[in-house]
């Protein structure tokens, strides 16, 4: 995955440079998750083959504004379509209650939900991106313990190590991720 990130990383640095190529692969590796969640938000296929392309016109003219510090360019390119989706059904709506016409598609509610989703799929995902940057015993202890469902005990048997190694490992990756996380937050 860190080798499609670096990838995505440098054909946006040709897009900057004009390359319409670079854009097609980007555009051929995202379309259809960026068409899948305004699908999901919109409820409208049509409204959702808007948004997509909105989305990839904002790529090519704002491709500056990504900030790989930040974030994976996928979560980024996701977040765009997110807001964009939303933007494009709040529009719809004051455009259908000025005719006095009903629009059909999801509820404020069902956006929300959709919003709260994706919030949570890109904590996620974020987390993840935490976890690269711990040194691997401690990433492992992390995984097994909080992923693996496995006690401190089982950990220490399993890895082969001291109880007391386990717990440390642990205590130190946690506070590791709580630092990088306020930081960012």
Do not use: C
């Amino acid at each position: 995955m860190g080798n499609t990130q670096t990838d995505d990383v440098r054909l946006l640095q040709q897009i900057g440079n004009g390359d319409r190529d670079a854009f097609q692969t980007l555009y051929r590796r995202y379309a259809n998750a960026v068409y899948s969640m305004a699908l999901r938000i919109t409820r409208d296929p049509h409204l959702a083959e808007e948004v997509t392309q909105d989305v990839f016109m904002k790529l090519w003219n704002k491709h500056h504004l990504y900030n790989e510090k930040r974030g994976r360019f996928g979560t980024w390119l996701l977040s765009i379509t997110r807001f964009a989706a939303i933007d494009r059904l709040r529009y719809e709506n004051r455009r259908f209650r000025a005719t006095g016409e009903e629009l059909e598609g999801p509820t404020h509610q069902e956006v929300r939900a959709a919003q709260a989703d994706h919030d949570l799929w890109e904590r996620g995902q974020h987390l993840r991106m935490l976890l690269d940057h711990l040194p691997p015993e401690q990433r492992q202890v992390v995984e097994l313990a909080y992923f693996g469902g496995l006690t401190h005990r089982e950990l220490a048997e399993r890895l082969g190590i001291p109880l007391g190694t386990v717990k440390s490992r642990l205590r130190l990756a946690l506070a590791k991720l709580r630092d990088m996380w306020l930081e960012e937050h």
